[in-house]
């Protein structure tokens, strides 16, 4: 019998307001042990402010959040250490070292030792830097150790807010492995972001938020399945062929891109599309076929939400 996953975040209808627009719009999830789930969505989905009612930095006027069984609003959660996060832009004292950082956040826990701290350092590539003040650290450096001043806690829900806009390519990379292995120790990880790219090869579980609202939320296996592909056909008449391919799937999303259309479904029957076009009087010189990437897939999503909005 397979060991039931360990609920870590649960939201419960949650629903924030402010001056009459919905920030966060009756959100409801089960977040897991090992999981890295990406919030992704634009600007203004409402990503942040349900990042800070995670963390009580807002308050949470309808719906229920817990983390680990307990409703955030009835208990001290982060003074046992269950959550830790890194938000945008974070700060840090210029004038002390990054060791006196990560000591200082250490201090409120009794258990954790000196050889845990130089174990993050290590993780987080700052081992040259720790005894520097934060003065003359770099952007990444500067990241870096919040990331590391989170980790040293041993949180069991780890929120990242943006996390790629404050890091090189090689830091994103440092990043990501030091994510992966925190899901591996068991923590569950959410990793907020408007920038698309990798996303679906790095997170386990992709939720897409829009006006507040969650408006799919689905793992990475989903994402790339097989079944589920793109297939580009350059036709010699794209308007009609447009039509045919309109009328011949209930299922599949047909648009026209210059003189390509383009299909996206599962289980698209390739010979079937290229015998009903020919049929039809449309000239098909070119057909290529492609899994759908997070990119394509959260635009078309977008535009069925503008579509039926």
């Given amino acids: ?11 419960d209808n949650v629903f924030r307001t402010h001056g009459g627009r919905r920030q966060v719009d009756h959100c409801s999830c089960t977040l897991y042990a090992g999981e890295i789930v990406g919030l992704v ?8 402010m349900l990042i800070r009612m995670i963390l009580r930095h807002m308050r949470t006027p309808e719906g229920t959040i817990r983390i680990c069984g307990e409703d955030i609003e009835k208990r001290g959660i982060h003074s046992e250490g269950r959550v830790s996060a890194v938000l945008e832009n974070p700060s840090n004292y210029r004038y002390m070292t990054g060791l006196d950082h990560l000591r200082m956040t250490a201090r409120p826990y009794k258990d954790i030792t000196i050889e845990e701290i130089r174990e993050v350092v ?14 003359t650290y770099s952007s990444r450096q500067r990241y870096m150790l919040a990331v590391a001043q989170a980790l040293v ?5 780890l929120l990242l807010d943006e996390p790629t806009d404050d890091l090189d390519p090689v830091g994103i990379k440092a990043l990501k492995e030091l994510l992966k292995e925190e899901a591996a120790r068991g923590a569950c990880v959410v990793v907020s972001s408007h920038i698309l790219s990798e996303m679906d090869a790095f997170c386990t579980r992709i939720i897409i938020m829009k006006d507040g609202r969650f408006i799919s939320d689905l793992s990475s296996h989903e994402l790339l399945d097989p079944n589920r592909v793109r297939v580009r056909i350059r036709v010699g008449q794209p308007q009609h062929g447009f ?14 891109d210059d003189d390509e259309l383009i299909v996206t479904g599962e289980n698209l029957q390739i010979p079937q599309m290229n015998r009903t076009l020919i049929f039809n009087d449309v000239d098909v010189y070119e057909i290529a076929v492609n899994r759908e990437p997070l990119e394509e897939y959260f635009m078309e999503l977008m535009q069925e939400e503008e579509d039926h909005g």
């Fill in 1 to 11: 019998m397979s060991k039931e996953k360990e609920v870590i975040l649960e939201l």
């Fill in 41 to 48: 969505g634009p600007n203004s989905a409402g990503k942040t």
């Fill in 122 to 135: 290590d993780r987080t590539g700052l081992k040259s830097c720790i005894r520097d003040k934060v003065a």
């Fill in 153 to 157: 806690t041993r949180p069991a829900l």
């Fill in 243 to 256: 039509e045919v391919l309109e009328a011949l799937f209930d299922d599949a999303t047909v648009r026209i």
